[in-house]
């Protein structure tokens, strides 16, 4: 078998090596029909457009990719070709999850506006969307979903509309995957229109995929004070993103949101069983990421904790300072741990002494 990879996934060479599989490593940008056409199977990320210009002539029968999203992988002709496909759904929902936990902790720090009682609006409620739902639950805040095709299956009583979004949300978060056809198409689903129908000034996240947002239409909002704040990990166009958006938004990250050492391992985890499987071999490998450098966190509250954990404002200030370089942070992104990481200790202040009887 002979099994290309992008040479950005962490921790599976060391897996490879233990199942016994040779591979050729390449950036993925650089996977192109030459390197390809003599492999059988291929271990890519969203650099990677797996289409019929890459795969035409070639053996390729099965493809893995190591992320949540497949949309860089042209389903229609796969199937054509006869080349099995598998993605890896859920397997960084925890890391996005502590991403705008993070965020949003850095959002009501630096405008002084507590999260307790904050309405947030969640933009699909899948894998990432649902975690997130729980986590704002647990912050005190008041949580409306919206997710027109688990509405059409399941019902409408647990979901809102968008419309109840647009005109009640303080905070609206997006994690929807990026379909352009369909009934329920989300490419550019926040457009000019859908920010006209902000009411409350809202703080716009957006960790999905670039195209989710118009560009344009963003910055137009934040200028009219339609949007107040934006967080924004994903990007139209990277790494050539939109400059003057990058410094006016809160927090701007290289597409990072789900890059925890945790997240990265369970999507590797999840391509490499799927290869397995293909291939009928034994999933024989063992992957752990290193431990935390501090895995104590004494904190004064859980904000504190969380920031300690996790800051994205240290991401945000390296993009902003060298937008040039979004691949090199994104593809040489350091060590970070989720909270299953660390011991926590939150140390609250001593109680005030009480006053003598009589003074």
Request: glycine share 8%; proline share 6%; aromatic share 6%.
């Amino acid at each position: 078998m002979k099994l290309i990879v992008d040479d950005k996934i962490p921790y599976i060479k060391e897996a490879l090596a233990r199942l016994g599989v040779e591979a050729t490593y390449a950036p993925g940008r650089d996977i192109g029909p030459a390197l390809v056409r003599d492999a059988d199977a291929l271990v890519v990320r969203t650099r990677t457009r797996c289409d019929r210009r890459l795969l035409e002539g070639s053996r390729v029968r099965f493809i893995a990719t190591a992320t949540i999203g497949f949309d860089h992988i042209d389903t229609a002709y796969c199937r054509q070709a006869g080349i099995e496909w598998a993605n890896a759904p859920g397997c960084n929902a925890s890391s996005v999850e502590q991403y705008v936990q993070s965020a949003l902790c850095v959002w009501s720090l630096e405008r002084h506006r507590p999260l307790q009682g904050c309405t947030l609006g969640i933009v699909g409620v899948g894998h990432v969307g649902s975690k997130v739902a729980r986590m704002a639950h647990a912050l005190g805040m008041r949580v409306l979903l919206n997710d027109p095709p688990r509405q059409e299956r399941e019902g409408g009583e647990a979901f809102s509309t968008m419309e109840e979004l647009t005109h009640e949300c303080d905070i609206l978060t997006f994690h929807v995957p990026l379909s352009r056809e369909g009934t329920y198409p989300t490419y550019h689903l926040a457009d000019a229109a859908w920010f006209g129908y902000l009411r409350r000034r809202p703080l716009v996240i957006n960790t999905s995929r670039g195209e989710v947002a118009d560009t344009r239409a963003l910055l137009q909002a934040l200028d009219k004070g339609q949007a107040g704040d934006a967080i924004i990990d994903v990007w139209e166009h990277e790494p050539d993103i939109s400059q003057p958006l990058l410094q006016r938004v809160l927090l701007g990250t290289p597409h990072i949101a789900g890059y925890s050492a945790d997240g990265k391992a369970g999507a590797t985890r999840m391509a490499l069983d799927a290869l397995c499987r293909h291939f009928r071999l034994k999933a024989d490998y063992h992957i752990e990421p290193p431990a935390p450098a501090n895995p104590l966190i004494v904190a004064a509250d859980e904000a504190d904790a969380c920031l300690q954990m996790y800051d994205p404002r240290r991401d945000s200030t390296a993009l902003k300072a060298h937008p040039e370089a979004f691949e090199t942070l994104r593809g040489n992104y350091p060590l970070r741990r989720e909270r299953t990481a660390y011991r926590v200790e939150i140390k609250k202040p001593a109680p005030a002494r009480k006053a003598e009887a009589g003074i």
